[in-house]
């Protein structure tokens, strides 16, 4: 175990960051769903109304920081999970870099979804 | 040492009877996080039908939220959400220490919870359904 | 073969002291015990260690009230080293991390515990031997001392001169209870015997069922003397099925002791009209027998124990232990019934003849910790004397044997000019070896000399053509069934209460043993971990040491400390005051007597009445 | 069910077994006769007074006997006796029908943590599970996630190995002048602190429950995580040793690694609160790193 004694914390920021987003998901999460399932019925949803929701730069930073905050926790969650597994060595890296990139990408697309969304493009 | 007998992690599968609270709460947070971040990608994608243009995006939404199947899966991911929140509000009590004796009765709590919410939003989410 | 400056056979308390202390000389010390080290039997004392910490309290007063408590029967220099080293060795283990019981200005804190004249019993909460152990061994894993961890010790490899105190140690043989490897382990500088207690002897003890007398027998046979044997200490309040020890803790807060016709028979019955319940060990231990010898006894076997009158709150308070005590092993719950407690087994004061260094009549060989008798203990242990012993002469045997000067011994060992030989006694049977001719080849056999690597090596062979012989032996008697005669008859006859006829009765049960036992087969067919061998050759142990416990309590025939004798009412100080010696001789036990010192430093310990 | 749960294991129940490999195992009457003329020991008649047997099925395995490098179950009925315990049991069944059948034990009273075995489908120790608070039969294994070496021996190596991974000792050097008998001060409050902690006894039963610990076998596990809360929370050493403490805890395979399943601190038989300890050391540890940012 030669990391042992290295002297950042591996794994020490990533917990304390899969806790803090998970306390800030509750909160929006639970905003989100009301929102959209229950004020205005999913069915019912059209883009007319999500445009008028997305306009507002408030909402719109709201919902960016939620997917920010959403795709880390569940991808650092799954991560973690493969790891529990006893991932280890290449392995562990490849999946590291593909659950990075498909992190990435997801969040650039959907910021790019909702840019468009807004009419800001 | 001379030979000895690895039973290997097939058990952990035979026990599955004999699982305490604790293990259940694991398993069933492992699975509804990972639903959760599949539904994650799913929801990008068909959120991205926008980028096509306004009318794409309301009849890809509306025609998905006619289909009887998509509104139970709706249901399903609720179930799915709504457990993955209360145990997680109940893991994070358990990392500051809060309540440690009663951490199985919390997991049963969350259970209860999210049948009774996941129940009581039922019509909410089948309101208008085309069968 | 294996090779180490010193080895250390056993890791419990004694073992550990002295692998550190030995290490810490600058030996390449080795530990070779049967057990892991956390699982030896120091881990179940609970009370505590004497030490003369406070002001106000010297290492005098612990003296003296050892010798007292020993009836005289423990050496000066012994007890006084003991007293004096105590208070270091007990601050070591502090700055070693001991969790100490602490008082309010964060110093350790001490109780006052039975014979003592001061608080002056360090402790660790319920689980000071646990505390020790757990302490010492981490000290060894942080110095990296090699530990052969379940390795059963079979043999001393000694060399066979005709005169113990000629002969000399160069290792032992032992086996590897995973594999079932015989190995050799040479020892260029000493060997450490601290294999703990012989419980096992006793069908009921407090004891482990490691307890074994391995070192004793070892010793035993290979020429050093084995001392003052008849001095056992029984508890009075152990439980019945299993021997699990209910502290004095109990009677002390007011539990109180009932026959089955629900008599208080301490007072009905006039065992002890002052003190009751609280009399000493001893005596409670002969009043319960007594009761249930009389029919008073609840199913023919015990007393009851009634701590229900403290209150719940009480209870819970100060003796919450005992609850879960009596509740896991004996299913009681001590809130709503009373607890069946009888006599047990609980400490050998006897053992390895040795001097203030640790070390034998045999050149190389030590022994320290409950196998070893220096003498602190003499005819009766106090309660929280027995950690002592074994931090302060485990220390000094490791250091000792790693060749550090500690000075000449003033205890001597083996025979020599001071010694006197028993020639009153008739024996019932001839003790010793059955079939000397057929000897499964732990008798000395005289004559060769070799070389120390020659010396191993044959006791190797020895050993191995041994275990094949138990191994290949396909019918005959299982050992469990000599064990349990054997155990029996000690609880029956050399128990508490000892008479001429019982204690004979008894060799001559030990006598059949030992000739059944020369048909004793082990089952199991498999060298993997055979437990069944290991308890085979355990028996064997047990054997010898039974039969020097019971030669003892027959040749002293006076009533000193722990020893009772029915006829033999009195302390009989003109010509008691020597240790009971029993040298096993190629095969023949041969008793005698060597005088106590009572001779300290700057003074004289007369002999006093024992009345507290 | 586990694999070798499935081999066809009860061929007899009540009458002695045919199977050689557990001869010597007749019903327990049987035996009484046999022993017939025993000394004048009573050699427990309460037995057939209470003529109940407790019925245990006990693991067996041994890689050099035939018959037996296949693991099995074998059945041992067993007269009981009040109090009896599991370890009790075991050892009857050995003593009386099959001296091969192989467990450590020692010191009968929950000390020497010899006796963890898999009962009833719980990590427990033997000496201390009363046989009455169990369904029958009794299902006796080895403990779950190590080798079994023999019956219900397992090889304990990995789990010494991970107690000594964390430096369980003190640190520091100094031993006190032998002429002034100076203690470390330490407030009763500190001391009871660490006293759950404390009461380990090696037994390994936390270790065998954890999930996590079999799935990935660099875990620290249960047992050392809370060996090395005992020293971390000691106020006898200084701050700097701690936090050098911390730093093999917070290890990529030390505390993150505990999903907080609980299982460990159910099955421990010191009552030792595993998952808090565990819980307050990934606290300390963020806290700790936090100093930095
Ligand atoms: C229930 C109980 C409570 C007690 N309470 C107190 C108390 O409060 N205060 C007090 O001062 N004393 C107390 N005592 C007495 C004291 O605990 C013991 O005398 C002491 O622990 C013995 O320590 P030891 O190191 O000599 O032997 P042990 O701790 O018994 O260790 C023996 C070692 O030898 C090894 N061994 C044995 N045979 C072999 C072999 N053939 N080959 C290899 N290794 C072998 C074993 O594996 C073990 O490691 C108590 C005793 C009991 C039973
Ligand atoms: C809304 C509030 C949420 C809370 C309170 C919450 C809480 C938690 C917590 C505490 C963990 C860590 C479990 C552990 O390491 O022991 C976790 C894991 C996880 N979460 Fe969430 N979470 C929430 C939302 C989400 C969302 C929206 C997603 C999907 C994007 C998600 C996906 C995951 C995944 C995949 C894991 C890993 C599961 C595993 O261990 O395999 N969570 N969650
Ligand atoms: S923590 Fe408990 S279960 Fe784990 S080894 Fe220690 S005593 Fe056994
Ligand atoms: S069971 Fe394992 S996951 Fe954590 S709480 Fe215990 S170590
Ligand atoms: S036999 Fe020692 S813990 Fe059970």
Redesign the pocket.
Known sequence: MAERYSSFAPGGTAWLL??VT??F??VV?AFHFFLLHFVNHAAEIEFAGTQARMENVGYFLTMVSFLVA?TF??VN??Y??LINQGLDGTQKKVVLAVLVIASLALIAQGIYVATTMAGWT | MSQSYNRGLIEDFGRWKEFSAGMWAWIF??FT??M??GY?FTHIAVLSSSLTGPEAYTNTIGGLESLFIVRVLEVGLLAVAVF??LN??R??MVDLGVGLEAQDKSFYASLVLTAIITVASVPTFLDGVTL | MYEHDVIVVGAGGAGLRAAIAAHEAGSDVAIVSKLHPVRSHTGAAEGGINAALQEGDDWELHAYDTMKGSDYLGDAPAVETLAQDAPEDTMRLEHWGMPFSREEDGRVSQRPFGGLSYPRTTYAGAETGHHLLHTMYEQVVKRGIQVYDEWYVMELATSDEDDPNDRSCHGIVAYDVQSGNVEGFKANDGVILATGGPGQAFDHTTNAVSCTGDGHAMAYRAGAPLEDMEFIQFHPTSLPSTGVLISEGVRGEGGILYNSEGERFMFEHGYANNSGELASRDVVARAELTEVNEGRGVDDEYVHLDMRHLGEERILDRLENILHLAEDFEGVDGLVEPMPVKPGQHYAMGGIEVDENGQTCVDGLYAAGECACVSVHGGNRLGGNALPELIVFGKRAGRHAAGEDLGEPQIRTGYGDDVEDETETELPVQPGEAGLETSDGVAADGGVTTDADGLVERTVEQARTRVDTLMDRDEGVQHAEIRQKLQNAMTDYVNVFRTEEGVKKALRIIRECREEYQNVYVDDPSRTFNTDLQQTIETRNLIDVAETIALGALVRDEFRGAHWRKEHQERKDDEWLKHTLISWDDGQPDIFYRPVILEGQDKTYEPKERSY | MSTQQQQPEEPQSQEAPEDPEMRGAESPVDEKEKQGGDIDQQTTPEDELEGETVHIKVFRYDPEVEGKQEPRFDDFHVPFEKGMTVLDAVMYARDTYDSSLTFRHSCRQAVCGSDAFFVNGKQRLGCKTQIADLEQPIRIEPLPHQEVVKDLVVDMDHFYDQMHTVEPYFQDEDTPNPADLEEQRQSPENREKIKMSSRCIWCGACMSSCNIAAGDNDYLGPAAINKAYKFAMDDREGEEIKEHRLRILEQEHGVWRC??QFSCTEVCPKDIPLTEHIQELKREAVKKNLKFW
């Open positions: 899969q806790r998970a306390a998901l509750v999460l959403g926790h569940g969650g799954v973690n999970a | 947070h492992k996080g990972w959760l971040i994650l993955h929140i997680g509000l893991l994070l | 999903q907080t």
